[in-house]
Every structure is written in structure tokens, then in C-alpha cells.
């Protein structure tokens, strides 16, 4: 069992910036992060494989940016100009692969991002 431990969430005005962070307890094929705002269903935000391939929501591309380090088996999501919409609890997630349609073997416990406008 994979155990992921996420940091880095808060509150941000409308065109800041935050990085959230996610550390699994072992080396995983890819990891990423999904998002979910009450009364809807959680969404695929980035992915990033060992490779360094990414893959991202078509909102976020351009804004937010996901990396790893995997000597620390750790991925990160720097998100910039940052808008009320992605106001949401984001999660880690992490397995052998998982996009829009495919879930993750693993998630985080989730962290709370806020933009005020």
C-alpha cells in the first residue's frame, strides 16, 4: 500500500500562485493530481510519469505546471495565475496510470486551495 502526503495548499488572491506538493511512501509509475469542488465529480488536473511526460486538463495548461523529483519520489503542482474557479480540494493521486476516465490506484488525503477574487 501506497501512502501519499500532500502539503502546500491555502488561500490565494485572484492571479497568485501556490505549489502543492504530494510524497509517496515508494516509487510510482506516474503521479498527478485530480480536483473536486462540492456537488460535483472529482477532475483530472495534471499527470506526469517517471519519463517526465505530462498531461494536463485543458484549463490549466499554460497556468499550472506539474513536476517530480524521483529521488524523493515526490511531484509537485506550481499553479500560477491562479482564478476563483480552481477553488477546490485537490488530491494526490498515483498509480500505473490514470487520466479523465481512468482512476488512480492511490490518492492523497486532499488539501484545500482558495482564490478570492
Known amino acids: 500500500q501506497v501512502q501519499l502526503v500532500e502539503s502546500g495548499g491555502g488561500l490565494v488572491q485572484a492571479g497568485g500562485s501556490l505549489r502543492l506538493s504530494c510524497a509517496a511512501s515508494?516509487?510510482?509509475?506516474?503521479m498527478g493530481w485530480f480536483r473536486q469542488v462540492p456537488g460535483k465529480e472529482r477532475e483530472f488536473v495534471a499527470r506526469?510519469?517517471?519519463?517526465?511526460?505530462?498531461y494536463y486538463e485543458a484549463s490549466v495548461k499554460g497556468r499550472f505546471t506539474i513536476s517530480r523529483d524521483n529521488a524523493k519520489n515526490t511531484v509537485y503542482l506550481q499553479m500560477n495565475s491562479l482564478k476563483p474557479e480552481d477553488t477546490a480540494v485537490y488530491y494526490c493521486?498515483?498509480?500505473?496510470?490514470?487520466?479523465?476516465?481512468?482512476?488512480?490506484?492511490?490518492w492523497g488525503q486532499g488539501t484545500q486551495v482558495t482564490v478570492s477574487s
Open positions: 515508494g516509487r510510482i509509475l506516474s
Open positions: 493521486a498515483a498509480g500505473m496510470v490514470f487520466s479523465t476516465t481512468t482512476p488512480p490506484n492511490y
Open positions: 506526469i510519469n517517471l519519463s517526465g511526460s505530462t
